[in-house]
C-alpha cells in the first residue's frame, strides 16, 4: 500500500490509516518534494514526482502495489503512476483529486493566496493559524505543517499549483486496476466532481464515492474511520 499526501498537508496525516492496514500490508508513505520538514526541497511537478515514486520503488523492488492511494494533489500524483503503466497496480483510490484544467485567471488567484498563507504562516499569525486549525488540519498536525511552511518556497508553491491544475484525465489506459474517486460537494469541490465524472465516463467500472456536504477530503482528514470503512469496503468488495 503507497500512500501519498496532499498539497501542505503532512504524510502524519495518514497515521489512522497506518494504524488501520499495517497488520494487511506492506506500507509505504511519500513526503513529497516542497513538504519535507528537516530539508529544504523543491517540487518541480507533478510528472517529476511521479517519476520520482516510480523509480524510489523499483529501486526498492517493487513492481506490483495492491493499493495506491492519494488525496488531493497526491490523487494527481496517483494518476500519473498509473498512467505510466510503469507497475502493476490493483487498486487505485482518489480523494479530491483535480484532473481537469482549471482556468488560469483562477490559477494565479490562488497562487496569490497560497503565498499569502504561507508568509503569514511562516510569521506564525494568529488568525492564519486558528483558521488553519477549524478549516484545513487538525491541530495535531499543526508543527509538522509548520515545518513545512518555514521550508517552502514561493518557486514550488508556483509549481504546485501550475502543474496540479494542468492535469487532463485520459482515456483508454490499458490497466485492469480497480478504480474508487472519492470527492465532497463544498468549496473547490467542484474541480473534484468533475473528474470524478470524467473517470466514470472513460472508466465505467470505477467507483465514486460522494460525501454530500464535505469540503475537500474532509474525511480523509477529519473523519478518517468513516473514510478507513469506506476503503475497506472498497478493497473487499471491488
Known sequence: MVLVHGFLTPW???MPQISSF????DIF???LNAHTE???SEFVSVLEEAKNIIQYLKENNIFFIDVLCGISLGGAITFEIWKSAELNIHHIIMDGAPLVPCPKIAVNIMINNYKNIIHKSQKRDLKVLENFKKNF???KYLENYL???DLITDISIENIVHSVFSCKIVKNIENKSKI???HGTKANEFLSKRSAKLIKKYYPTSKTVCFEGDTHCYKVIYQPQQWIDTVTSFLKNG
Open 38 to 40: 528537516e530539508n529544504a
Open 180 to 182: 474508487l474517486f472519492i
Open 147 to 149: 515545518r513545512i511552511a
Open 29 to 31: 508513505v511519500i513526503a
Open 137 to 139: 488540519l487538525p491541530e
Open 12 to 14: 502524519q496525516i495518514w
Open 22 to 25: 499495517e497488520n494487511d500490508y
